[in-house]
């Protein structure tokens, strides 16, 4: 009887993110990179908070287990944070809060929390990465890779979704770095990857000091996003002042047919319980997924 000889399995490829596009830009003569990214743009409470995460050509990879935020339990990027925050010569956050954001819209608060978290690094990058298709950090009359190259650190303009009111905010801070953007940079950057478990941690754990002041709303566990017991609560008792209250929120003035709002359908609703059916049963391993995320 002729035996069959098995085919061995293919080595699953690694999802881990790396520092391949990050190495290519410094080879450009971009030494000083930069990955950037957001948290809380969708939450109903709360300020909207940007990390950024510095590397140069003397980074090795990044820590074991630095991926994307939303593929994290809270455990995990707790246990990644001092990790990241060794391995990165410089990183810093910035926040916009829920005043700002609707005095000046989303898009813009993006913008200003970018810019807080760029005025408090040490270093000044050569190129930011940004996820997504869409460059926030910029204004849009400047939008562009090379824009700021000949800027200097002129005047900042605010761009057109910020009311006069607004522009104040923005005066203290100086033009951006060049930024280009990259389609799911949080999957595939190291130091975006780490940047946004770096804005995750600080604004959860905001949100849940802040929950001391509102237990009424549960933001240490649905952390301002509009989850099931949050939007009770606001049904209950109305926003209090850490609410976006230009937003459409049940509870308000606002929340009625032809209310107004800044954008916050469609966003996620992000969660930290564990999820009992996960594939990996590791609760040490810091690349264990959180839950599915809920779409609205």
Not at 15 to 21: F, I, M
Not at 228 to 237: E, F, N, Q, S, V
Request: charged residues 25%; proline residues 8%.
């Amino acid at each position: 009887m002729t035996g069959v000889r098995a085919t061995p399995a293919r080595p699953r490829r690694s999802t881990a993110p790396t520092l391949r596009v990050e190495r290519a830009l410094q080879r450009g003569g971009h030494r000083l990179l930069a990955g950037m990214d957001e948290v809380g743009r969708g939450a109903l409470a709360g300020p909207v908070t940007v990390g950024i995460v510095v590397i140069d050509e003397t980074c090795r990879s990044a820590p074991t287990g630095v991926r994307d935020s939303k593929l994290l339990t809270h455990a995990a990027r707790e246990r990644l944070l001092p990790r990241i925050e060794r391995w990165a010569p410089a990183y810093a956050v910035g926040h916009a809060s829920a005043q700002e954001i609707d005095l000046v819209g989303i898009i813009a608060a993006l913008r200003l929390a970018g810019l807080r978290a760029l005025a408090a690094l040490p270093v000044r990058p050569d190129l930011i990465v940004l996820d997504g298709n869409h460059d926030w950090l910029t204004p849009p009359e400047r939008v562009g890779l090379f824009e700021f190259a000949e800027a200097g650190s002129g005047e900042l303009s605010v761009g057109s979704e910020a009311s006069a009111r607004g522009a104040h905010l923005f005066a203290p801070y100086a033009v951006s770095p060049p930024v280009t953007t990259m389609i799911k940079a949080d999957l595939r950057c190291s130091s975006v990857a780490a940047a946004s478990v770096l804005a995750k941690v600080t604004r959860d754990r905001l949100m849940i000091e802040l929950d001391g002041d509102h237990p009424a709303y549960g933001w240490a566990g649905n952390k301002g996003y509009a989850a099931p017991d949050h939007l009770a609560a606001l049904d209950r008792h109305g926003p209090c002042e850490l609410h976006r209250r230009s937003w459409r929120l049940p509870g308000s003035a606002a929340d009625g047919p032809g209310a107004g709002g800044n954008g916050a359908e469609a966003e996620v609703i992000e969660r930290d319980d564990a999820d009992p059916s996960a594939t990996n049963d590791d609760p040490d391993d810091p690349a264990r997924s959180d839950p599915p995320l809920i779409h609205q």
